[in-house]
C-alpha cells in the first residue's frame, strides 16, 4: 500500500519541527522555585488578549485564520476566532460555528477512554500489551523479560521505531482500518521499553485497539458514550476525516500557497482521527482542570486526572515530562501541560497552567506564510499563541547560569540523533536533519548545531544541566559512568537524541561525502587520449561513476528543497532516490578494476594514476553514505 505523499508534510514536522528547533521555544523556560503561583485572568484581560494580541499575531503570521477558547476559574471566559474559514470564499472563521480536525489533540481523548477502563479493572496499565491483544497482532519479544505496556504506549517510551505508513487516498478499495492497518505494520522495538521517550502514534493508536478490544465497542463508539456525550462534547467525534466533514461545518485547512487541502484517511484513528469545536475543547479542559468532573458528569477521577497532567515519565526531576496523553510544555512552579497536533495546513493545540486554574485551545486552518514560521512550524502561529499566552498570564523567570572555565566537558561531546526515527527505509534520511552536534567551546561552555538547530552557547548549571544563553532553553544529559549517553531538551519531553558512534555521525557523512563528491566533479572529465578499447573503458566508467554519485546526490539535494517532491519520492514506490547510486556500485567496481590495470600497465602519468584511483576510492564513500540512509536501490 502505498502512503498518501501529502501527509508525509505533517510526520516531517512532527518528526522534525519538535527537533533541535525547540531551543528557540520560549514556553519552555523554567519557573525559579520561589515564584508564586498565578492567579486565573480576568476576563477583561483576556478578552483584550484575544482580541487584539492574538488579530496582531494573525497579521504577521499571515495564516488563513485562527480560533481560540480560554478556561480559567471554572468556566469558559471566551471563544473567538479570527480571518477565514476558506480562502476561496471569503467565509469569515466562526468560533462557534466552524469545527476543525484536532491531529494528535486526539492522544488526550485516547488516554481518557484507556484510563476509565483501567478504573474499571478492565485493564492494568502496568501489564504486558500483548495480555489485550489477538495472538497475530502481538508484540515480538524484542527486549526479553521487558514487555511493553499501556503506560509506555501512553508515555511514548515503548521504544517503537518511527512510522508513516498512511492511506493513498485515490485507492478507496485499499484503505484498512484501525485493525486492518495493525495487523500490517508493526514497529520495530529499537530501545527497550521506559528507556528513552519516542514520539509514536502507532503507539497511541494501538492503546486505543486495546480499548475496542477489552471494551467489547470499536474506538469510536466508546468515546462518544463515555468520553464525549457526558463532557456534553456534542460536536466532537471520531473517524475517518474525509467522512466526518460531511456531517460537520469543518474549516478548510490550507497549504502555505493558500489552496485548499482534502481531509486524510488515517488508519490510526485513535492517533488523530478526530473533530472538534473550541467550545468542546473548553468543556474538555474545564473537566482536567476540575478532577475529572463537569456539570455533575464524572469521566475520570482524580488518581486518574493526576496521572494525565502529572509526570508520568521524567528523565530529570526539573525537566519537563510526560503525562498519559499529554506532555509538559514547560516545568517549574507553573507547569503548562496539554499536547499539540498537526496535519496538513492544520495546526492545533491546548495549554493547561493548573496554578492558576486556567486553559487554553487554539486551532489555526492553514500554514503560516511567514518566512520564520515557514523555516521552523515551531514559531508557526498556533504555537505563538500558546507561548503568547503563558508569558502574558503566567510568566516565568529565566533560568540563568555562567560559563565554568575549569570544568571538564568532554563528557558530553558528542553527535545525538532523535530517538523518533525509522529504523529502515528511505525515511532514514530525516535523522540527517534532526541531531545535535555537541562540543566543547574551551572557555568553560558547549556549543550545539545542527542542520535545523541554531548554532548556540550553552552554560553549564549543575547536574548535567546546560542553559542556552541567548535563548534560555535547558538542555539535560544522561551520564552514566562518567559519559553522557542521551540528551534531552526541555522543550520537547516527547524525544530524545541518543548518543550516535563517531563513524554514524550525520555530520561526518556530510563532511565525507562532500568531500568524496568534490573530487568526482573533476572524474566527469575526460581523459587525455585514450589509447586502446582498456583505456576507453576505464575513462568512461570512470566518468559514470563519477556522473552516478552527482546524480543521486543531486536529486537528494533537490528532494530536500522541494518538500512537495521529496514527499512524492519518499513516501512512494519510487526509485528515483536510489537508482542512481545503486547504479553506482557495479561502475564503481569496474572503475576500481581499470584502476588497478592502469598502475600495472604504465597508462597515463603518475598523477593522472592517481587522481583516477581516488575516483572509486571516493564514489565508495558517497555509496556508503547512501547505504547507511538506505538510499541504494533496493534498500529504500
Known sequence: MRPHPRTFTACLAAGLALAPLLIAAPAAHAASPEQTPAAPPSPEAVQEFVDTRVAELLDEHGAPGV?????????????????????????????????????????????????QLAEQGDLDLHEDVNTYLPEEMRLPDTHPGEPVTLHHLL??????????????????????????????????????????????????????????????APFEEYVERNVFAPLGMNRSEFGQLHELEDHHVLATSHGVDGAPLAQDHLPLVPAGGAVTTTGDMGRFMLALLNGGALDGERVLDDASVESMLG???????????LGYGTY?????????????????????????????????????????TDPEAADSPLHDLRFTVLNAFADTFAPVERPSAEADPGADLDAYTGTYITTRRPAEGKLRLLTLFDNLTVRDAGDGSLSTSGLMASDERLLPAGDHVFVGEDSGER????????????????????????????????????????????????????????????????AVSGSLTSIACLVGTGLVAYALMDMGRMRAWLLSDSVTLTLPFA?????????????????????????????????????AVVVAVAFHYHLVWPLG
Open 311 to 321: 509526570r508520568r515519565f521524567e528523565h530529570h526531576p526539573d525537566a519537563t515530562s
Open 67 to 115: 480560533a481560540l477558547t480560554v478556561v480559567a476559574d471554572g468556566e469558559e471566559l471566551t471563544s473567538a476566532a479570527h480571518g477565514v474559514a476558506d480562502l476561496a470564499e471569503g467565509t469569515p472563521l466562526d468560533a462557534r460555528e466552524h469545527g476543525f480536525p484536532t491531529a494528535s489533540v486526539a492522544k488526550s481523548f485516547t488516554a481518557v477512554a484507556v484510563l
Open 583 to 619: 547504479l553506482a556500485v557495479p561502475l564503481l567496481s569496474v572503475t576500481l578494476v581499470m584502476g588497478v590495470r592502469a598502475w600495472r600497465e604504465g597508462w597515463w602519468g603518475p598523477v593522472r594514476r592517481v587522481h583516477y584511483s581516488l575516483i572509486p576510492l571516493a564514489a
Open 475 to 538: 538542555l539535560f544529559f544522561d551520564v552514566e559512568n562518567g559519559r553522557a549517553d542521551a540528551l534531552y531538551l526541555d522543550a520537547n519531553p516527547t524525544n530524545a537524541y541518543d548518543r550516535t558512534a563517531p563513524l554514524a555521525g550525520p555530520a561526518l557523512h556530510l563532511i565525507a561525502a562532500t568531500a568524496a563528491l568534490a573530487l568526482l566533479l573533476t572524474g566527469v572529465l575526460r581523459f587525455r587520449r585514450p589509447v586502446g578499447a582498456a583505456q576507453v573503458v576505464a
Open 328 to 368: 509538559e510544555w514547560r516545568a517549574g512552579a507553573q507547569p503548562g501541560i496539554g499536547h499539540g497536533g498537526d496535519l496538513d495546513g492544520l495546526h492545533t493545540g491546548y495549554l493547561l497552567l493548573p496554578e492558576s486554574d486556567t486553559g487554553v485551545f487554539v486551532a489555526v486552518n492553514g500554514d503560516d
Open 155 to 216: 508515555t511514548h517510551t515503548a521504544g517503537f521505531d518511527e512510522r508513516t505508513e498512511f492511506e493513498d487516498p485515490a485507492d478507496v478499495e485499499g484503505r484498512r482500518d484501525l485493525e486492518e492497518f495493525l495487523r500490517d505494520v508493526t514497529p520495530e522495538r529499537i530501545f527497550a521499553p521506559g528507556r528513552y521517550p519516542a514520539y509514536s502514534n502507532y503507539g497511541s493508536g494501538l492503546a486505543g485497539f486495546v480499548v475496542q478490544e477489552v471494551s467489547g
